[in-house]
């Protein structure tokens, strides 16, 4: 296989628990998240990996595909390398169990990116802002970038800093990775690092080490479910979409 999709989920969460379970407009988060990923056409295979027997008895209720992992595992990344070990592929995708929002076009021109350059272990997608309140909202993780597409950056802060003008070099990060296999492992190998702990963001981890990470802009928005608050945002955002 060239590319699968993982959607780690979890039930245990600090600021919203249970959040991948909850109702979305009659279906789970979790579902709006399968479901959409389900639609792009350059997965040859797509995977829950859940630790929770609740969200696995959810998933099976509404026809998708989920495997119990280990509940020893610290983070979605790690879970991911414990489902695609006996797998054979060549990339794997990161989907966020909560980010109802990601499309299949995104994952799309994930893959894409990936398999035409070998050279690509890491890599993620971006989306260019303006407004302020995103950008001094600590849950909108920004990201700078090169002139090649590299990140050179990413922070919960309001990155960069204008001093003397208003910039227009934004970005937000959105919930979407892509690895190859090999990187994948080593990733999770590598010791957390100052940065990934200081700011809670664990691609920070393969920058300290020195990695690099390419991102894909894309113009489509997202909308994460970090807490019950985001939940009723994204109402807003179906009832809209179906007015």
Not at 62 to 70: C, N, R, W
Not at 94 to 122: A, Y
């Amino acid at each position: 296989m060239n590319a699968i999709g993982i959607i780690p989920a979890r039930y245990g969460s600090t600021r919203f628990e249970g959040k991948v379970l909850a109702d979305l407009m009659g279906k789970p988060v979790v579902q709006h998240v399968y479901e959409m990923a389900k639609r792009a056409k350059m997965l040859d295979d797509l995977i829950i990996a859940t630790d929770d027997d609740r969200i696995m008895k959810a998933v099976k209720e509404f026809g998708g595909k989920a495997v119990l992992t280990s509940v020893d595992q610290p983070t979605g990344t790690d879970r991911l390398a414990e489902v695609v070990n006996p797998i054979d592929t060549r990339i794997i995708i990161n989907i966020q169990g909560d980010e109802p929002f990601i499309h299949q076009s995104m994952i799309d021109e994930l893959v894409r990116t990936m398999l035409d350059d070998e050279g690509i272990n890491m890599a993620t997608v971006i989306k260019k802002i303006k407004d302020k309140n995103e950008i001094m909202d600590s849950n909108v993780v920004k990201a700078v970038i090169d002139k090649n597409g590299y990140a050179l950056y990413f922070s919960r802060s309001p990155i960069p800093f204008e001093r003397d003008r208003q910039s227009d070099c934004f970005y937000k990060h959105l919930g979407l990775y892509g690895y190859t296999k090999d990187f994948l492992y080593t990733f999770t190998n590598l010791p957390k690092t100052e940065l990934e702990k200081t700011e809670s963001l664990e691609q920070l981890r393969a920058l300290e080490h020195g990695y690099r990470i390419k991102t894909i802009e894309t113009k489509l928005d997202t909308v994460g479910i970090d807490t019950p608050e985001d939940l009723e945002k994204a109402k807003k955002v179906l009832l809209e979409r179906e007015a």
